[in-house]
Every structure is written in structure tokens, then in C-alpha cells.
Nanobody, 118 residues
Framework: QLVESGGGSVQAGGSLRLSCAAS????????MGWLRQAPGKEREGVAA????????LYADSVKGRFTISQDKSKSMVYLQMNSLKPEDTGKYYC??????????????WGQGTQVTVS
């Protein structure tokens, strides 16, 4: 189970921090990621963090602005979003899969949290 929190409305240039609490699976063996979907658009990957060493991946559109991190002791993953732009608006989903390349069809999904940037 994945439960997101931390979405909301913010003005352009502002910041938000999303959190995702994981339970019910072996967190340390899973790639954790954030994906988003804007109205009328396809879902896209935003960031991912590998199990083990914690290497990270980012979409080009968020590099330098977003940071994914995790607290393995709490089975939590975070997405710090800075310098937000209106085009970052969308519903953000936490996802978990053993393979970072398969997050679009991840084994576990959260319910999503809305981020609106105006």
C-alpha cells in the first residue's frame, strides 16, 4: 500500500514537498518513483530512486528543481519540488516496482495527490 500526502495549491516559483508512506511489501527491494498526470495528457515519470544505493532518475523537465529522497527506516519516499511552474500542475502518484524501468506499470500505486501551480 502506498499513501501520498503533501499536495496543494501554490503560486509559480513556490515549493511543495510530497510524501509517500509504503507498507505491505519489502520496501528495500523496490524502486520507488513519482509520476504525474495532467488533464488531457498522458501520465509521465517524474523521478525515481533505486533500491540499495539510492541512485536517482529525473525527467528532463524537473531536473535541478525536484529532488527525490527516501527514509528507508520509515519506508517513506519524498519529492521536494522547488521553483514550481504552472506546467507542473497535475495529479502526482507514488509508485513502487522491483524494476525502475517498469514504473509506468508499477506493481503498487498510491491514490494520488493533486498539485496545482498558478
Amino acid at each position: 500500500q502506498l499513501v501520498e500526502s503533501g499536495g496543494g495549491s501554490v503560486q509559480a516559483g513556490g515549493s511543495l514537498r510530497l510524501s509517500c508512506a509504503a507498507s505491505g511489501f519489502m520496501y528495500s527491494s523496490y524502486c520507488m518513483g513519482w509520476l504525474r498526470q495532467a488533464p488531457g495528457k498522458e501520465r509521465e515519470g517524474v523521478a525515481a530512486i533505486y533500491p540499495g544505493g539510492g541512485a536517482t532518475l529525473y525527467a528532463d523537465s524537473v531536473k535541478g528543481r525536484f529532488t527525490i529522497s527516501q527514509d528507508k527506516s520509515k519506508s517513506m519516499v519524498y519529492l521536494q519540488m522547488n521553483s514550481l511552474k504552472p506546467e507542473d500542475t497535475g495529479k502526482y502518484y507514488c509508485a513502487a516496482d522491483p524494476n525502475c524501468r517498469s514504473l509506468q506499470s508499477a506493481q503498487y500505486w498510491g491514490q494520488g495527490t493533486q498539485v496545482t501551480v498558478s
